[in-house]
């Protein structure tokens, strides 16, 4: 399978403090990659590796063959979208002001809105769920529907590669499902997905490219039917389970045991 978007052999770390060493991985085309694993085994770090917030100490992060450092701002946020924790709206702004913000890689120096911006703003709020609060200040709004709103400002950035770090956070059971399925939606239509994911079930039910780290490692990789059992769960989070069939996709479930 192509991959436009490699990491090989990185080591990352903060300051002095080295979290993953030598790590490689090829983010499959037109794939949902969830990346699962513990608390600070390096998924996140990873992200901010592919996305140029974070340089290597050696090894590089490529995308169509040059490193991600080489390339042009505008012209790489134009081909990757990035979602990551903790973001804070500009104080006072309404939503439909923020999503616009997606739009930035496209337009030029005069930051001047076009016929195409406004329509990628309604549409990415449309699939987002947050339209009705187009004209809502930020700050008003609750936890998940800031989320669905910073959601919808990444969707509006149109890229054919979209990286979220944990982007079920504050959501509800049922938001939480309906974003998972638009994911899958949009890697069915041909976009890139890499999502940082905590509920592994949720994994395997939308993902079609697990990859499992810890310790600041790639534990292993691949469909979720032929990388998750049993032992995976124990030599990854400790967890003793059963993994069957879920009975409504086939897909991977796991059952804690404990």
Same mark, same amino acid.
Request: with cysteine.
């Given at each position: 399978m192509s991959s436009r978007l490699t990491a090989q052999d990185v080591t990352l770390s903060y300051g002095e403090r080295v979290v993953s060493t030598r790590v490689s991985l090829a983010v499959p085309d037109g794939s949902f990659t969830a990346i699962v694993g513990p608390n600070?085994?390096?998924k996140s770090t990873l992200l901010k590796a592919f996305v140029r917030l974070l340089t290597p100490s050696s090894g590089t992060v490529h995308l169509d063959g040059r490193d991600v450092a080489d390339h042009r701002p505008k012209r790489f946020a134009?081909?990757?979208?990035?979602?990551?924790?903790?973001?804070?709206?500009?104080?006072?702004?309404?939503?439909?002001?923020?999503?616009?913000?997606?739009?930035?890689?496209?337009?030029?120096?005069?930051?001047?809105?076009?016929?195409?911006?406004?329509?990628?703003?309604?549409?990415?709020? %449309?699939?987002?769920? !947050? +339209?009705?609060?187009?004209? &809502?200040? *930020?700050?008003?709004?609750?936890?998940?529907?800031?989320?669905?709103?910073?959601?919808?400002m990444v969707l509006a950035q149109e890229t054919p590669y979209l990286l979220l770090d944990e982007p079920t956070t504050f959501l509800d059971i049922t938001h939480q499902y309906e974003l998972l399925a638009l994911f899958a939606r949009l890697r069915d239509e041909g976009r890139t997905i890499v999502a940082v994911l905590h509920d592994i079930n949720q994994a395997?039910?939308? %993902?079609?490219?697990? !990859? +499992?780290?810890?310790?600041? &490692?790639? *534990?292993?990789?691949?469909?979720p039917s032929d990388v998750v059992d049993a032992a995976l769960m124990?030599?990854?989070?400790?967890?003793?389970?059963?993994?069957?069939?879920?009975?409504?996709?086939?897909?991977?479930?796991?059952v804690p045991t404990v």
């Open positions: 600070a085994c390096g134009r081909q990757v979208g990035f979602l990551p924790q903790g973001l804070v709206a500009p104080e006072n702004i309404i939503v439909r002001r923020l999503v616009a913000r997606g739009r930035y890689p496209h337009q030029s120096l005069l930051g001047t809105g076009s016929t195409a911006d406004e329509d990628a703003v309604r549409s990415a709020m %449309a699939v987002a769920g !947050v +339209a009705d609060l187009a004209e &809502r200040p *930020v700050e008003e709004l609750s936890g998940g529907q800031r989320q669905r709103v910073w959601i919808a395997c039910r939308f %993902a079609d490219h697990i !990859v +499992a780290m810890k310790d600041g &490692r790639v *534990v292993t990789q691949g469909p124990g030599e990854v989070f400790g967890l003793p389970s059963l993994v069957m069939p879920n009975p409504a996709t086939g897909t991977p479930m796991v």
